[in-house]
T-cell receptor
Framework: GAGVSQSPRYKVAKRGQDVALRCDPISGHVSLFWYQQALGQGPEFLTYFQNEAQLDKSGLPSDRFFAERPEGSVSTLKIQRTQQEDSAVYLC????????????????FGPGTRLLVL | GIQVEQSPPDLILQEGANSTLRCNFSDSVNNLQWFHQNPWGQLINLFYIPSGTKQNGRLSATTVATERYSLLYISSSQTTDSGVYFCAVERYETSGSRLTFGEGTQLTVNP
């Protein structure tokens, strides 16, 4: 596809359940990002991959959050033992990232997954 | 980390009016992007503009990097322009490859 895709678009989970959110970046994009957007706020950074390497996970709010990108393309964000405060929109973005350490590239965002934890 | 402030937080216009949205940032940046978030939550890229001026139809943007601000101009606004406008910046040296977003400007264009 031409853009970043995410699935599912909506997810309702009971408190304590594990969830897995999927991101398909733009084909050929090396860099992949996850952001969390709470209601009424701007997105906040969670984690960053360059190919399959997770170079920055400093934004993950707790050890219940785990992300992977094993083959350098599709990425999965997993949240274990979900809590109500995890309710948010989870956004995935990708950029070309052709060179390690390249700075200042346009990031393209997917439609997001709306997670509601009851 | 770098701070991003957007103003105004809310803006209500009549169709056909012009508007200016502002983004101030606290340090020099490698990347600055303007986004429009539509009512379905999709972040739509408007401009990649770490410096200089760009125009795309009724929209234009100017970033004065030395003074650490960017402006987004919307002319002849339409109801479809409604939504939240975000400014986001990247400063690789201190924050790595991440965008830091402002709180957004909620724009409502009435018919």
């Amino acid at each position: 596809g031409a853009g970043v895709s995410q699935s599912p678009r909506y997810k309702v989970a009971k408190r304590g359940q594990d969830v897995a959110l999927r991101c398909d970046p733009i084909s050929g994009h090396v860099s992949l990002f996850w952001y969390q957007q709470a209601l009424g706020q701007g997105p906040e950074f969670l984690t960053y991959f360059q190919n399959e390497a997770q170079l920055d996970k400093s934004g993950l709010p707790s050890d219940r959050f785990f992300a992977e990108r094993p083959e350098g393309s599709v990425s999965t964000l997993k949240i274990q033992r979900t809590q109500q405060e995890d309710s948010a929109v989870y956004l995935c973005a990708s950029s070309l990232g052709l060179l390690a350490g390249v700075r200042g590239e346009t990031q393209y965002f997917g439609p997001g997954t709306r997670l509601l934890v009851l | 980390g770098i701070q991003v402030e957007q103003s105004p937080p809310d803006l209500i216009l009549q169709e056909g009016a012009n508007s200016t949205l502002r983004c101030n940032f606290s340090d020099s940046v490698n990347n600055l992007q303007w986004f429009h978030q539509n009512p379905w939550g999709q972040l739509i890229n408007l401009f990649y503009i770490p410096s200089g001026t760009k125009q795309n139809g009724r929209l234009s943007a100017t970033t004065v990097a030395t003074e650490r601000y960017s402006l987004l101009y919307i002319s002849s606004s339409q109801t479809t322009d409604s939504g939240v406008y975000f400014c986001a910046v990247e400063r690789y040296e201190t924050s790595g490859s991440r965008l830091t977003f402002g709180e957004g400007t909620q724009l409502t264009v009435n018919p």
